[in-house]
C-alpha cells in the first residue's frame, strides 16, 4: 500500500514563505511523476507544479516564478517551496504520485491527505 505524507502548511503573510514536503512510502516500484494541486473554497482542484521522474517540471502559470517543485529520490520525496506567497494562494495542497506500485504492472495515481495554506492579507 502506498502511502504519502505531508506537511508544512500554516498561516503566513503575504509575501511570506513556505515548503511543503511530501514523503511516499510503501511498494513503489517506479515513479513516473509527483505533483501538487490545490483546492480552494468553492473552485475545482488543480495543478501547481508538477516533477517528471527524468526531473522535468511544469507550473501554472499563477505560480510560475514564485513557487519550485524539487525531490529527493533517495527519500522518495517531493517539495513545493512557495515564495512571495499571496491571498489567492490560499487553498488546500494535496501532493498527488502517479507511479507503478503493488506490482510492476499495476501503475495507479495516489492522493495525500491535504494540508492548508493559508495566507493573509
Known amino acids: 500500500q502506498v502511502r504519502l505524507m505531508e506537511s508544512g502548511g500554516g498561516l503566513v503573510q503575504a509575501g511570506g514563505s513556505l515548503r511543503l514536503s511530501c514523503a511516499a512510502s510503501?511498494?513503489?516500484?517506479?515513479?513516473?511523476?509527483m505533483g501538487w494541486y490545490r483546492q480552494a473554497p468553492g473552485k475545482q482542484r488543480e495543478l501547481v507544479a508538477g516533477?517528471?521522474?527524468?526531473?522535468?517540471?511544469n507550473y501554472a502559470d499563477s505560480v510560475n516564478g514564485r513557487f519550485t517543485i524539487s525531490r529527493d529520490n533517495a527519500k522518495n520525496t517531493v517539495y513545493l517551496q512557495m515564495n512571495n506567497l499571496k491571498p489567492e494562494d490560499t487553498a488546500v495542497y494535496y501532493c498527488?504520485?502517479?507511479?507503478?506500485?503493488?506490482?510492476?504492472?499495476?501503475?495507479?495515481?495516489?492522493w495525500g491527505q491535504g494540508t492548508q495554506v493559508t495566507v493573509s492579507s
Open positions: 510503501g511498494s513503489i516500484f517506479r515513479f513516473n511523476g
Open positions: 498527488n504520485l502517479d507511479a507503478y506500485a503493488g506490482s510492476p504492472s499495476s501503475r495507479s495515481r495516489y
Open positions: 516533477i517528471t521522474s527524468g526531473g522535468s517540471t
